[in-house]
């Protein structure tokens, strides 16, 4: 009877906690609780959608696009013809008209199209986004938009004229994980960050087909450290110093590296370090960290099962592992990204990332690479109006 004094009410007389924030997920089982008791507003539509190469990133996004309750797909271009038929069975895609890249014109001419996808080789990025816009369609597509400053500028110069959005898909912005430690950098927790770090390192280890179209270590991989690092801080770094070495003979041989750390200088004083690997042998290993006088946070891998140990013999207790690869890891970041862009299609929001965001990150990937090819210490020069607002 001594703890009787504690005993309260029911609690359905009580106020219940609601879901935290960080509980990204039944949020959007709110979203979709509330979709079934509130009319559709007359702006909303489905919107025809075209997705170009279904390769890596391709496939990610047809799977998203074929879920997603605002998007059809009418058409697929893909070069590889004999996959055609178990595309279309598997996904169920009975409506939809496959081509080639030959026959894309086709759906540049329909008037249908609202939307299309980019995920074919980096080669095609250029000629297919602009030939896109000038049908006035919204383009979504993986970066990068061109292989140089010029011609990213004239796409989005197209897109400008036109009206339509032109969405560079830098997916780690969009991650739950990364958002949470943004968040409360932006709040101020660490107050001023005297060191932010970021690590990748790829699983399983990219084909030597990929690799040798891809564009290099710099502007494939670590645009995406870059990004994360500069977001998160709302700046650029003044001057770069890298350090890269090729421990793979394969990759040696296309004359680019399989291991990089960069050290970025920013004006405020604080310090970045990027880590990057092309082949982690344990998984995906994706990590952020930000430290500062008033504490630290960071985002540490992510595991599929995670309340699941074990142990045997003597070994002591045992985690599942991480993530094997990106498209199990950003996941929800695809998701998330995709419905940001139907959102501005729409006109509800606005482009996340813009040229000017696109070619600073290029600046300094391109910076990273000469600092890492020559061993010097490179300076970068920003203009006031290159600065992140």
Not at 61 to 68: A, C, D, K, R, Y
Not at 89 to 108: A, E, G, I
Not at 343 to 361: R, S, T, W, Y
Not at 365 to 387: F, H, P, Q, V
């Amino acid at each position: 009877m001594a703890t009787l004094k504690f005993k309260e009410t029911s609690p359905y007389v009580q106020r219940q906690p609601e879901a935290p924030a960080e509980d990204y997920l039944y949020k959007k089982y709110l979203q979709n609780m509330a979709a079934q008791t509130t009319s559709i507003a007359p702006d909303d539509q489905v919107f025809n959608v075209a997705i170009f190469g279904l390769g890596r990133a391709g496939t990610i996004h047809l799977e998203h696009v074929v879920s997603n309750p605002r998007t059809k797909v009418v058409y697929i271009v893909d070069d590889v013809e004999s996959k055609w038929e178990a595309i279309k069975q598997y996904w169920r895609l009975k409506d939809v008209t496959f081509l080639t890249s030959k026959q894309s014109d086709l759906v540049f001419k329909d008037s249908r199209v609202d939307i299309i996808v980019v995920a074919s080789p980096t080669r095609t990025h250029e000629y297919i986004i602009t030939k896109c816009l000038e049908a006035k369609k919204a383009v979504f597509c993986e970066k990068p938009i061109a292989e140089d400053d010029r011609s990213i500028m004239k796409c989005y110069d197209i897109a400008k004229k036109v009206g339509k959005p032109l969405f560079c898909a830098f997916n780690r912005r969009f991650d739950p994980s990364f958002i949470e430690v943004r968040n409360r950098i932006q709040r101020g927790e660490v107050g001023h960050v005297h060191v932010i770090k970021t690590t990748s390192r790829d699983s399983p280890l990219p084909t030597i087909e990929y690799l040798s179209t891809s564009g290099g270590i710099f502007h494939d991989c670590m645009v995406h450290d870059i990004d994360l690092m500069t977001w998160v801080l709302g700046e650029y770094p003044q001057k770069v110093s890298v350090g890269a070495t090729a421990h793979i003979p394969e990759i040696k041989a296309l004359n680019d590296f399989d291991t990089v750390v960069a050290t970025l200088y920013f004006a405020s004083g604080t310090l970045g370090q990027i880590d990057l690997s092309r082949n982690s042998n344990y998984g995906y290993d994706m990590r952020l960290e930000v430290f500062g006088p008033k504490g630290m946070v960071d985002a540490s891998n992510e595991q599929p099962i995670h309340s699941v140990t074990r142990q045997n013999g003597l070994e002591g207790p045992q985690k599942t592992p991480i993530w094997y690869s990106f498209p199990s890891r950003f996941k929800l970041a695809y998701v998330t990204e995709f419905e940001l862009f139907l959102d501005v299609v729409m006109g509800k929001k606005e482009l996340p990332i813009k040229a000017n965001d696109f070619i600073a990150i290029n600046k300094i990937a391109t910076a990273c690479e000469e600092s890492a090819r020559t061993g010097k210490i490179i300076t970068l020069n920003w203009k006031k109006e290159e600065l992140p607002l």
